[in-house]
């Protein structure tokens, strides 16, 4: 009984107890696009430079996940477009005009800033040659080529305010339109297959390939200005941080915009590199960047992930076997918990964490960022279900016989559990571990779409630079970690599995 | 010794032990013989306190069997079933000290009960600390039958213990028990569906059928003039098989 007491002491203690982590005075988040990324940068290393420490959650979320954050405090700031902002995130307000949309914002205690300088929003877009031989510069241009070949991305096609809107405003003669995958219209475009694409205003690939936007002189696209949201009560306490983001008012042109996005996608630099190149050309402000190696890079991802293993998954034992125990003794109650269990486990890990996130934060934990307890309580779900069925299965399978002599013998019910029962179940138990342990480290990596580090990170970021050096950088050690954590237990179950319970031995009949 | 008064078992309005009064002195063997589900089995569990009776009493040593004196009861129960109910995580010294161990026993005292007990039961001293499943049956048995008797019972209760073994080994574990009943002086009740090992154990035969006592008498008694059809016939089916 005592053993079993400090047992689970051991496991909760060394669950529970959080990694020391850095004093951080602001908070920055970005959405998981190259371009959310390098602003927030760009912000953080000029706040730093005039003394609070910044943490960036890189890449942690779409706009929802995002925008929440800001709202419940968990950042401090994040780059933000005006028409997401009226579009999505306000949408079916009806809100129209700046002036509405900052009353809105402040009514959660977020600020608005200024343009930023560029419009990240829909255009059209021709290789420069074409455009010089055509000699259209606007969209109305357009009209006089009834001939050109369009090739648009399906969400273009589809979006009440771009082609239908284009096409009713300029009164485009235009028949041949194709809906493509914007990757496939980038090539035919290339290789002069087709004429007129749509794109991002400031995507990477203007600069790469050289292409030219034509003008919406009707303005008919919606404007994209690139703006700061900030916690206003954040904003009063740090000078520096309001400076930082009055300062990158009106910086950063459509243009500059792209040839930043371009450094990072071409891979020339990192996301840093790009924010620091860009504030001492820019805004005469020098620093250092300290561009960290790529094995440091993989061991700080390592050890975060192994961070979310632990809180998640040594806790885990402790809940799920005492659960499996509360099922078998308990049947009628136990199908209930065995049948919550098994319907946590069957909740899409990404669903999963999204749901967590207001609940998480409602208790008043940190639900996002660097060991984050949403993916942390999300991964403790996630790895209940198999202690929990291996603990309930174990104990059932111990022949009724055993269980009665001990009873007759005189053991207490607890002294049974912890002396006769447990011990029986026990590599059972140590099988649901595992599985529970390998899925751990798996799931784990989602824990960085809400910005809680780990090999995730590399994974998304790879991804999204598309950089496979990137993205091994996580699966691989993912997998090694797995392999190894089998291994321990194994070796564990080796070491604590009495002769007894292994392989059958062959009998000699006396 | 062993006093039941009026006990009765149902499951679900099913009676499976009619209203039994015995009564068992101490040092006495008695069997409680019948064919498979004649409710022998219940009977033993009621007493080792594993079933509750529908109604009845039963009392051990002159103490009431109930929620409140369970414990007590059982410090003076030896418990040996068909398999053994070994703990097959634990060797067999660990098996049988498991309760001198709860009950403060010093190791120079468990050693002295240990050595006692192998030479009892004729079991071979380097197998203690093998585990269960690296025994023979017979030596599984063995095991059991020196964990029931440890702590030193008044009252050993035996569920079919040569059951579940071959012939041969049977015969020898028959023979050994026989003076492990005589000289650790319990009070024994053993079941059986075996008239051989009835007629070799038994002070007293208690055949029953259906839930219900049908005869109760010294072995010769039951085979020599039978109380009913039903206990002739179990007896002839056994003496024709063998």
Redo the contacts between chains.
């Keep these: 009984m005592g053993k079993l007491a400090a047992i689970v002491v051991i496991l909760l203690v060394a669950g529970l107890v959080p990694a020391p982590r850095d004093e951080v005075q602001l908070r920055i988040g970005s959405k998981k696009f190259t371009e959310s990324v390098i602003l927030s940068e760009v912000l953080r290393l000029l706040t730093e430079q005039a003394g609070p420490s910044v943490t960036h959650y890189r890449e942690f979320g779409g706009t929802r996940i995002v925008f929440d954050a800001l709202a419940a405090g968990e950042i401090d700031a994040y780059p933000e477009y005006t028409g997401t902002i009226l579009g999505e995130i306000y949408a079916g307000k009806g809100l129209t005009d700046a002036e509405s949309m900052r009353q809105e914002l402040e009514k959660l205690g977020i600020g608005v800033s200024e343009s930023l300088g560029f419009n990240n929003t829909y255009a059209l877009a021709l290789t420069r040659a074409r455009a010089d031989e055509l000699g259209v510069k606007t969209i109305s241009d357009l009209v006089r080529h009834p001939e050109l070949q369009f090739a648009l991305t399906h969400e273009f096609l589809d979006r009440a305010d771009c082609w239908p809107a284009l096409l009713k405003a300029y009164d485009l003669p235009q028949k041949k339109v194709v809906g493509v995958d914007h990757d496939i219209a980038y090539r035919q475009l290339i290789s002069g297959e087709v004429d007129v694409i749509d794109v991002y205003s400031t995507d990477a690939v203007i600069r790469h390939a050289n292409l030219v936007l034509l003008e919406d002189d009707r303005q008919v696209f919606p404007r994209y200005e690139a703006v700061w949201l900030f916690r206003n009560d954040t904003a009063s306490r740090y000078p520096a941080f309001r400076q930082a983001i009055e300062r990158t008012a009106g910086a950063i042109s459509e243009a500059e915009m792209q040839a930043l996005n371009d450094r990072v996608e071409s891979r020339t630099a990192s996301e840093s590199e790009t924010a620091a190149l860009f504030l001492a050309e820019k805004l005469g402000v020098r620093l250092e960047v300290a561009s960290t190696s790529y094995w440091r890079m993989v061991v700080r991802h390592t050890m975060e992930h192994l961070d979310l293993v632990r809180r998640s998954l040594l806790p885990a034992i402790v809940v799920g076997v005492a659960l499996g125990v509360f099922c078998q003794r308990w049947p009628s109650a136990g199908r209930g918990v065995l049948a919550g269990v098994g319907l946590l486990q069957t909740i899409p890990s990404l669903a999963l964490l999204v749901l967590l996130l207001p609940v998480v934060a409602w208790f008043g934990y940190r639900s996002i960022g660097e060991g984050s307890a949403t993916a942390i309580v999300a991964l403790f779900c996630y790895a209940l279900m198999p202690v929990v069925r291996n603990t309930y299965t174990g104990l059932e399978a111990i022949?009724r016989?055993?269980v009665?002599?001990?009873?007759?013998?005189?053991?207490?019910r607890s002294?049974r559990l912890a002396?006769?029962e447990l011990?029986?179940a026990?590599p059972t138990i140590l099988a649901g571990i595992r599985t529970a342990g390998v899925q751990c480290v798996g799931f784990a990596t989602l824990g960085a779409i809400i910005g809680a580090g780990g090999l995730g990170q590399p994974i998304l970021r790879g991804i999204r630079v598309s950089d496979p050096k990137l993205v091994l950088a996580g699966a691989v050690p993912a997998a090694l970690l797995a392999l190894a954590l089998q291994l321990l237990l194994d070796v564990l179950e080796w070491a604590v599995v009495?002769?007894?319970?292994k392989r059958?031995?062959v009998?000699?009949?006396? | 010794m062993l006093e039941l008064r009026e006990v009765t078992k149902s499951y679900a309005g099913a009676t499976v032990v009619a209203p039994l009064t015995l009564h068992v002195p101490a040092g006495e063997v008695l069997v409680l013989l019948g064919p498979s589900g004649c409710g022998k089995t219940t009977i033993l569990r009621m007493i080792a306190g594993l079933v509750t009776p529908t109604s009845g009493e039963i009392a051990v040593d002159g103490l009431p069997l109930s929620n409140a004196t369970i414990g007590q009861v059982r410090h003076k129960l030896g418990y040996v079933i068909q398999e053994g109910g070994l703990f097959p995580h634990l060797t067999a010294r660990a098996n049988i000290v498991l309760m001198a161990r709860y009950a403060g026993w010093s190791r120079e005292r468990m050693e002295r009960r240990l050595v006692e007990l192998v030479e009892m039961t004729e079991f071979p001293p380097d197998a203690l600390d093998r585990y269960p499943t690296e025994l023979s049956g017979g030596q599984r048995q063995r095991v059991s039958l020196m964990r029931a008797l440890f702590l030193e019972p008044s009252l050993l209760l035996l569920d079919e213990p040569l059951g579940a073994l071959d012939p041969l080994i049977r015969a020898g574990l028959q023979r050994d028990l026989k003076t492990v009943f005589t000289r650790s002086g319990a009070t024994v009740v053993l079941v059986t569906h075996d008239l051989v090992e009835a007629s070799w154990f038994a002070d007293r035969v208690c055949v029953l059928e259906a839930g219900r006592v049908v005869q109760e008498g010294p072995f010769a008694e039951i085979v020599e003039r039978p109380a009913s059809q039903f206990v002739r016939e179990f007896v002839n089916s056994q003496v024709v098989a063998s």
Excluded: F
């Excluded at chain 1, 009998?507 to 006396?510: A, F, G, H, N, V």
């Design positions: 022949p016989g055993v009665e002599s001990a009873t007759v013998l005189g053991l207490r002294s002396e006769i011990p029986i026990l009495p002769r007894g319970l059958r031995q009998r000699s009949e006396l």
